[in-house]
């Protein structure tokens, strides 16, 4: 295989055992011959070296001189290959400053990219300047959980207190209990986590709060419009009621309910110049059902003039299919080693332009433990992934691409709400609907103890404190997006056709779309590569 590109010659060095500065691979890659460069660089190291550096380059061009880049110019032009939207002109400059770093030096803004050989051996069609974003929570390597019962009770106080901040401006909340010292027939407000949901004999609801001062019963009658909404309630979500107090103050009806909820008035940010982000997940590289052929002609596209605004790539987990997540799934892996799963993924996203910037969050099926928060992957498997100099961080993220603030998050708990709520509000077809009703609630997971697994940590990674402008999840492998309260909410679909448990429960997934997102108006058009 030719050299000509940053990331083969990253590859070659690796599979020799060495990582590279991003100026040793830039060096290599300008040299007339990279074969021989490379060669001589690995000879001139030292036979302990971990990294290769621009020095060892530098040497061993100067103790050996390679071919003059002059007279061999004709012989290695940059390779347009046919996944290039515009080759260069001959005229273009040599590449300078390829966009594939090694990740020993860190992460880097691939701002200066240029007009580089990119992952195919052509040349992208723009340049493309994204800026490094930037991730408000990741907490990867933040862990400080043990699974104590006074853990769990830590991060519950947590989230009650940052959602009842963010309800407090609404309603004048009284404790548990102290609302019991009040006169029967007072008004009252109270914020609370639900603690239990029940109908009564005769058909009203039954609704008990709890606070950090105790639990108090809340009556919703059957016939009052606000009884629709004890149907989109979930166990441990924070809400608000007001009401009045029975004679005996044994009990509030209820009046009102109140969400944490996204303002009406939510005014998003958007970039200042005009760039896109594609927002995928759930590639499930290693499963049989891995659409390779589909993903090849999304990152063939993403090297197309048509595609030279987008700059940023999303991933928003189930990466590889991985080992062991469901019973009998061994029977459908193409590969059944884990790592190689990624190595494998690896390889994939390098078919896609190496001047593009990726955030990737994990899924329930990458190698992390299940429980949320998931922490981004780790060294290992960050080693492995590497190439593309990716930034990984965890689950549920948010992430700042040029001003626009998106929130990650795979999507496991967006079952449990299409499984819990009526299908109008949410369902496997209307996807972004069940994503409405986490924003909605301010929490990405607010049921604890179902389908959904909670790590205790010192803080509630889940709640939702700021609104972002767009929430990006995957995992019900449906497509599906939507506006709430001007937040756009986006699931982004698969890259796996039907397994045979989603055909035994009929979920029909939708393959390999490509959502893409203009960051300058958070418009949204999708690319199909079925
Ligand atoms: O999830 C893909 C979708 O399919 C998601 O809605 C869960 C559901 N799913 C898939 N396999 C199973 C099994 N075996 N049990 C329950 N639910 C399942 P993904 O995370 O990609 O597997
Ligand atoms: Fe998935
Ligand atoms: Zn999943």
New binding site residues.
């Given amino acids: 295989m030719p050299l000509e590109t940053s990331s083969r010659i990253v590859q070659a060095l690796a599979r020799r055992g060495y990582n590279a500065e991003r100026e040793a691979v830039t060096l290599i890659a300008e040299s007339a011959t990279p074969d021989l460069a490379l060669e001589a660089a690995i000879e001139t190291a030292p036979e302990d070296a971990l990294v290769l550096t621009a020095d060892h380059v530098r040497e061993a061009v100067e103790s050996d001189p390679l071919p003059d880049p002059e007279q061999v110019a004709d012989a290695t032009p940059p390779a347009a290959s046919a996944n290039s939207g515009s080759p260069p002109s001959t005229n273009d400059a040599p590449p300078s400053n390829p966009s594939v770093s090694t990740g020993t030096a860190g992460r880097k803004s691939k701002q200066d990219a240029g007009a580089v050989p990119d992952e195919t051996g052509g040349y992208p069609a723009g340049d493309r300047s994204p800026q490094q974003p930037v991730v408000a929570n990741d907490m990867t390597g933040e862990s400080t959980g043990t699974g104590a019962y006074d853990e769990f009770v830590g991060v519950f106080r947590d989230r009650y207190e940052r959602l009842s901040g963010q309800l407090r401006g609404r309603v004048n909340h009284r404790p548990a209990d102290s609302i019991e010292a009040m006169g029967g027939g007072a008004d009252v407000e109270m914020i609370g986590l639900v603690n239990d949901i029940r109908s009564t004999a005769s058909g009203h609801w039954l609704i008990e709060l709890e606070d950090t001062t105790g639990t108090f019963p809340c009556l919703v009658m059957k016939d009052r419009d606000i009884a629709d909404l004890v149907d989109e309630l979930l166990m441990d979500e924070c809400i608000a009621v007001s009401g009045t107090l029975a004679d005996d103050a044994g009990i509030v009806f209820v009046d009102a309910i109140h969400f944490p909820d996204v303002p009406r008035t939510y005014r998003p940010s958007t970039a200042d110049r005009h760039v896109q982000a594609a927002l995928i997940s759930?590639v499930?590289v290693g499963s049989q059902e891995f659409l390779a052929d589909a993903w090849s002609r999304f990152a063939d596209w993403l090297h197309t003039e048509d595609a030279e605004s987008v700059e940023y790539l999303l991933i928003a987990g189930?990466m590889v299919e991985g080992v062991g997540?469901?019973?009998n799934q061994d029977e459908e892996l193409d590969i059944i080693d884990i790592y190689d799963q990624y190595e494998t993924f690896s390889e994939h996203l390098k078919e896609v332009p190496g001047d593009m910037e990726i955030v990737m969050i994990p899924?329930?099926?990458d190698a992390v433990r299940l429980a949320e928060p998931q922490p981004g992957f780790d060294e290992e498997l960050r080693e492995i992934m590497s190439a593309h100099d990716p930034q990984i961080v965890s689950n549920p993220a948010m992430v700042d691409v040029e001003g626009v603030s998106i929130l990650m998050y795979h999507g496991v708990s967006l079952?449990e709400v299409i499984a819990e709520l009526p299908e109008e509000k949410a369902s496997y077809d209307d996807p972004h609907k069940a994503m409405y009703q986490l924003l909605k609630k301010r929490h990405v997971a607010p049921q604890f103890g179902g389908k959904t697994r909670v790590a205790p940590e010192e803080r509630d990674y889940l709640v939702i404190d700021e609104v972002p402008d767009v929430f990006h999840t995957g995992?019900?492998?449906k497509l599906g997006w939507g506006k709430y309260h001007n937040v756009l909410a986006v699931n982004s679909g698969c890259w796996q056709a039907q397994?045979d448990?989603?055909k035994s429960v009929n979920?029909d997934p939708d393959v390999a779309h490509a959502p893409i997102l203009d960051l300058d108006t958070l418009d949204m058009t999708v690319r199909k590569f079925v």
Avoid: E, L
């Fill in positions: 759930d499930h189930d997540v469901y019973p899924g329930n099926h079952d995992h019900v492998h397994t448990f989603q979920i």
